[in-house]
């Protein structure tokens, strides 16, 4: 199984690094739309603005792609939770994810969700939690070509830079709670 998480809170740069692994012909699964192509997409948690999703139904619609000989990344701030062969947590700098989530137009209660996810390393955690290797790559500076480079230096074995807990928020902890 060749099968890598691309994760992170929203607004870390999921996205865009995907677009630009793809464009450099890796396969990246979009996985908002393997969600609704599949029929996964549950009902909607209204004071979150966000959809629920059963886990363990979208770690099953992904078996084909674990047993491909190929090597498929998965883009999404779930993907963590999937079985696969290694987890790329992309972190970003708190105030510029807040910029990041105001430009989307997300409300002040949404960012404010997503900044302290971000500052309490919430997604870092828990993908520390599973037994699979974990990588963490600073998105807040550069731009999505820098941070494509070093997932592919990660897909070749060069993780050395990318140990968990090289990124440490903390000292942003009374800002923002």
Known sequence: MTLFAITGT????????????RSRGYSVIDMNVHIREHGLLGELDAPRDTHEVD??????????????????LMDSHLSHFMDCSGIIVLRCRPE??????????????????????????????????????VYEIDCSEGDASASADS?????????????PGKTDWSEEMDRWF
């Open 151 to 163: 997932v592919e230096k990660i897909l070749k074995g060069e993780t050395s830079d990318y140990t």
């Open 55 to 72: 886990l363990d139904d979208l770690n099953d619609s992904l078996q084909g792609y674990r047993d491909s000989d190929d090597l498929y």
């Open 10 to 21: 929203p607004g870390t740069g999921k996205t865009s690094v995907s677009e630009e692994l």
């Open 96 to 133: 510029v994810l807040a910029a990041r989530l105001e430009a989307r137009g997300y409300g002040c209660a949404k960012v404010l969700e997503n900044v302290q996810s971000e500052v309490l390393d919430v997604i870092l955690c828990e993908a520390m939690d599973s037994d699979i290797p």
